[in-house]
């Protein structure tokens, strides 16, 4: 078994320049001259995996005869030596180069955790002209960004040049939620060699952008997501900032334009530009790339730039098995509403419970000191007696009769002991009514997590609307450890937690007090495989996340990443990532990942399959979000009228 | 010939040398420019009469062939050799090449015996001589030759077949102390006859584009006659390079892209020792120069008359070689004789392949590798 990692085209008549050039200089192709198309082969050079042994793929020690022949691999030879299911598995896909459905064995994929890491916030393969707008409100060219950046000292790998180093605090502006711009710092800048062929976007409002054709832009016609710049055709309309000087802070709209023009207005912030000539350009020289900080995106010749991802196919082929196949559950921490469409999807409705944000709950009788302190790190060993005390003294209540409790009447009863220091006190009742403001808690759990974590069935929980990350690590804190207990009793099913955004909520290198959920996250990498709890880690900047927690994802599904600081963490964390296989992460196409780890036995190139159920509910309808817009305003015009 | 000598270690010496022989090449050149210019005053004279000339005037305009609905075959073969102890190897190959035009544009393409001819084997164990050796090798290969090309001929439709090369067998020697080579020699007519023959019986064009011609048959009918007949002012000195000119050499200040010469025979006699062992065929052997690209020297092409009408044929050779020569302005080869060439290129590794498997099959002990093959340093 090898694997095809290159191929080259070769024809001796093609072999000289001048010579084609010269015998094609009257006008004559070659081919009309020469059968020059006769001897055009097509050379593969392939890389030994392994050979089929008596007792299976055994690891080749010597390499195979030259002129032996070869043969595409059949398809149960592949299921074979690749560790993939014929049937009942997972299926994310199918393999690259062959249409062989990739069905990963379920227990292998989530047993021992799952990392799926797609591309960080950079906009890849941009010309070296392409503008950036800086925060400051300055245009310049992203080539001489880089260039300038790169000139102070850089490092060099897999062909890219890059450095970290962002001595002036450079920043550009991203698009965040609910279509609106905001600021976030470069974390590294990058420029690589390329030949090929780039695509030259033109819009209706005079803008264009030279990228790669996979290289993906935000469409706004129809459902608005990202496609591949190859796929856009004119007449699609793509995502713009409309500001003014939106740079200095003012964020001041754009001038009315007509909407019968090339480009319309879809927020405040935005604009929707009309493509109206895709050209391609022969290109040579360097490409530049840019790594922003907590984003996937950035502003660049006033068009968003971004990357797609890949969890959803995973949740729902998990969503689709029979309870003979085995059903786990599933709880989604959902921070983008990314997976509340699977709610309204008939083919998944009945089998998913969407929780928004604002209606989880946390019971208090059911925290635990050790949770407590997870949530006030800063208490100290006499502050968490007193706790403790007051807990203990409410539970018995509880039991007698009293019913549950909630924070307010710990709160009171830490106010009303005397049996520590008044300033210890004050300081602890001033953290609890810190935690109450959060606005979570409760006398019992919403949801009952018994009730709704069953086989076969999915818990969404929508923290799209919400804004305070430490709230969203509360309470990411307090479902893993209380779903981890209850697994531990054997009170839920197997359990999967996919966790998108995950290096928010078990982030690398930060303080306890900027990390709460980390240590529950962390334990139940460690000890999650042995009852059966599984973590799905979803980031798009794995630089960010915990080594702990990436390193004991023992399958990781790459998606696109370029940047080398990403690369290099990924590389870290997986022994099984060669340089050889880091540059091809690099190349990869929108729509293609590495599956790579426990699930495989060899990492695989996957085509993956296209989400069955609606997209995030941020996909809206152009036209519809439009109208919303301009219903907003003639609200807002009324209301002022009656003020007056 | 000139020869300089210089001790080793003196590279002055050897700068003087340099400059000599270029001071040398350069008056040369000059002086065959000079010739070159009076030549082309005699276009309009007639050479009728001068022997050996087959047309009247010195040089002609060619007129392009349109390569519509033809078919042009290029024979071409390729040949790797090798001394062993005990033992000589020769591996040849040869293919022909079938171009089928269609309104000057090249329609398809056909192989004989296909387009990765098989690669022949031949072994000598007579103990023949180095220079002997060379010959055999040389006739198994144009044997090869002869072989696709009478082949080829004898398939319908074909308009013309190009050898790479002469179209004569070119050995002065008759080997009277080889038999292995008179033998194979004999074969050699006879498969040239064959050729002959069937390209007579069938319609089919003979010509030979030989590469890099040393003929100086030209140039000897020029020195005969222009002083003779025409009387030429030219100093002596100018006559006298014309002893140290190939016929290419001159040629390239005479013709023009698109001119040939007149066409001529092969040799002053026919029964001459090359072409003695032909017979009735010798006299019909004739040949020509043809400038065909600007950049190139002028090509040598040799043709079998098969005619009452020896301009005719030469028209039409030269009109066919014209339009399958002259698309690359540096290499003026006919195409067709390109890809037969490319098709039967031996690589020096077929043969280590062959002499490996030999070797494979013996005893350790007995050694192929000549000794300067064994070299420990």
């Not at chain 1, 890389?47 to 030259?66: A, D």
């Not at chain 2, 062939?65 to 020769?90: E, R, Y």
């Not at chain 2, 005479?254 to 001459?272: C, I, M, N």
């Amino acid at each position: 078994m090898a694997f095809v990692t290159d191929l080259v085209k070769t024809n001796r008549y093609f072999m000289r320049a001048e010579s084609v050039r010269e015998y094609e200089r009257r006008g004559s192709p070659l081919s009309a001259i020469f059968p020059a198309d006769r001897w055009e082969y097509l050379v593969a050079r392939a890389q030994v995996l392994g050979v089929q042994g008596e007792h299976g793929i055994e690891r080749s020690t010597f390499p195979p005869s030259p002129g032996e022949k070869v043969s595409v691999a059949e398809p149960e030879l592949l299921w074979r030596f690749l560790g993939l299911r014929p049937s009942g598995g997972i299926e994310v896909g199918k393999l690259r180069h062959h249409e062989l459905p990739v069905q990963l064995d379920l227990n292998r994929l989530l047993r021992k955790h799952l990392a799926v890491l797609a591309m960080s916030g950079a906009g890849k393969c941009l010309a070296p002209e392409t503008a950036v707008h800086l925060s400051t409100g300055e245009l310049i060219p992203i080539g001489e960004l880089v260039d300038g950046a790169l000139a102070r000292g850089k490092e060099v790998e897999g062909g890219v040049e890059f450095t970290r180093e962002n001595p002036d605090r450079l920043s550009v502006f991203t698009l965040g939620n609910g279509f609106r711009l905001r600021r976030a710092a470069i974390k590294a800048f990058a420029r690589r060699n390329f030949s090929g062929r780039l695509l030259k976007i033109r819009l209706g409002s005079g803008s264009w952008i030279s990228l790669t054709s996979n290289h993906p832009l935000l469409r706004l016609n129809g459902k608005t997501r990202w496609v591949a710049a190859g796929e856009l055709r004119p007449g699609d309309e793509i995502a713009a900032p409309g500001w003014t000087d939106f740079g200095k802070g003012a964020a001041a709209p754009a001038p009315d334009v007509d909407l019968g023009h090339r480009f319309s207005r879809l927020s405040p912030d935005l604009l929707a530009d009309e493509i109206v000539r895709v050209d391609p350009v022969e290109y040579s020289g360097y490409v530049y790339d840019l790594a922003v900080e907590a984003s996937d995106n950035f502003v660049a010749n006033d068009l968003i730039v971004h990357n797609s991802n890949f969890a959803a196919v995973i949740v729902e082929e998990i969503l689709s098995r029979s309870p003979e196949q085995g059903r786990p559950a599933t709880v989604i921490m959902d921070v983008h509403g990314e997976y509340t469409g699977l709610a309204e999807d008939p083919g998944f409705s009945d089998r998913v419970v969407v929780l928004k944000g604002d209606e989880f709950r946390i019971g208090v009788p059911n925290v635990s000191l050790a949770q407590f302190r997870e949530f006030l790190p800063e208490m100290s060993g006499v502050q968490a007696r007193e706790l403790q005390r007051v807990l203990e003294t409410l539970h018995a209540e509880s039991r007698s009769g009293r019913g549950p409790f909630d924070l307010d009447d710990v709160i009171a009863r830490v106010e009303g002991g005397d049996g520590v220091n008044k300033q210890l006190q004050q300081a602890l009742v001033s953290w609890l009514n810190d935690l109450q403001s959060l606005g979570i808690f409760d006398r019992a759990d919403n949801p009952n997590w018994e009730r709704v974590v069953l086989p076969g069935r999915a818990l969404v929980v929508d923290l799209s609307d919400m804004t305070s990350l430490r709230k969203k690590q509360v309470l990411v804190a307090y479902a893993a450890r209380r779903l981890f207990h209850s697994r531990k009793r054997n009170r839920v099913p197997p359990f999967l937690l996919c966790l998108e955004e995950a290096h928010q909520f078990c982030p690398a290198g930060e303080s306890k007090e900027a990390a709460i959920s980390r240590s529950v996250l962390e334990m139940i990498a460690r000890e999650g495989r042995k009852f059966c709890a599984s973590l799905m880690l979803i980031s798009q900047r794995p630089v960010r996340l915990s080594t702990t927690v990436l390193s004991q994802a023992n399958t990781n599904v790459i998606l696109r990443i370029t940047n080398p600081y990403d690369l290099e963490h990924i590389k870290q964390s997986s022994e099984a990532i060669t340089s050889e296989v880091a540059a091809m992460i690099s190349s990869l196409p929108v729509g293609e990942a590495l599956i790579i780890g426990e699930a495989v036995n060899y990492p695989i190139f996957v085509k993956v399959r296209q989400r069955r159920s609606r997209g995030p509910s941020s996909e809206i309808d152009l036209e519809e979000a439009a109208r919303e817009f301009e219903r907003r305003g003639s609200r807002e015009e009324d209301d002022a009228r009656a003020f007056l | 010939m000139n020869s300089s000598a210089w001790p080793a270690g003196f590279p002055g010496d050897l700068e003087r040398a340099l400059d000599s022989m270029v001071e040398r090449i350069i008056d040369q050149e000059r002086r065959r420019k000079r010739i070159g210019e009076v030549l082309s005053g005699l276009g309009k004279v007639s050479l009728a009469g001068v022997e050996d000339l087959v047309e009247k005037s010195l040089v002609r305009e060619v007129k392009r062939d349109p390569l519509s609905d033809l078919k042009v075959c290029g024979v071409d073969g390729g040949l790797l050799d090798q001394q062993l102890h005990g033992l000589d190897l020769i591996l040849i190959r040869a293919v022909a090449v079938i171009f089928h035009y269609r309104r000057a544009l090249l329609n398809g393409a056909e192989y004989l015996p296909s387009e990765f001819p098989p690669l022949r084997m031949v072994d000598v164990a007579e103990p023949l001589d180095a220079w002997e050796f060379q010959l055999l090798a040389g006739m198994e290969r144009q044997l090869a030759e002869l072989e696709v090309a009478t082949e080829a001929a004898e398939r319908d439709g074909i308009g013309a077949i190009l050898l790479d090369g002469s179209i004569v067998p070119q050995y002065v020697e008759r080997f009277p102390r080889s038999p292995v080579l008179v033998e194979r020699y004999q074969k050699l007519i006879q498969a040239y006859t064959k050729l002959y023959q069937t390209c007579a019986r069938s319609g089919v064009l003979l010509c030979g584009a030989v590469k890099d011609s040393r003929g100086a048959r030209f140039v000897e009918i020029l020195k005969r006659e222009l002083r003779d007949k025409f009387g030429l002012s030219l100093e002596k000195e100018d006559f006298s390079v014309l002893d140290r000119s190939r016929d290419t050499v001159l040629l390239n200040h005479l013709l023009q892209v698109g001119q040939r010469t007149s066409a001529f025979t092969y040799a002053e006699k026919p029964a001459s020792y090359v072409l003695s062992d032909l017979g009735p065929w010798a006299p019909k052997i004739c040949a020509f120069y043809i400038k065909t690209v600007p950049f190139d020297r002028p090509l040598r092409v040799e043709f079998l008359d098969q005619g009452e009408d020896t301009a005719a044929t030469a028209d039409r050779v030269a009109s066919l070689i014209f339009a399958l020569s002259s698309h690359h302005d540096g290499f003026g080869l006919p195409s067709v004789i390109v890809e037969a060439d490319a098709c039967v290129r031996l690589a020096e590794e077929d043969l280590c392949l062959v002499r490996d498997s030999i070797s494979d099959r013996l005893e350790p002990s007995l050694f192929l590798e000549l000794r300067r093959e064994k070299k420990p340093f």
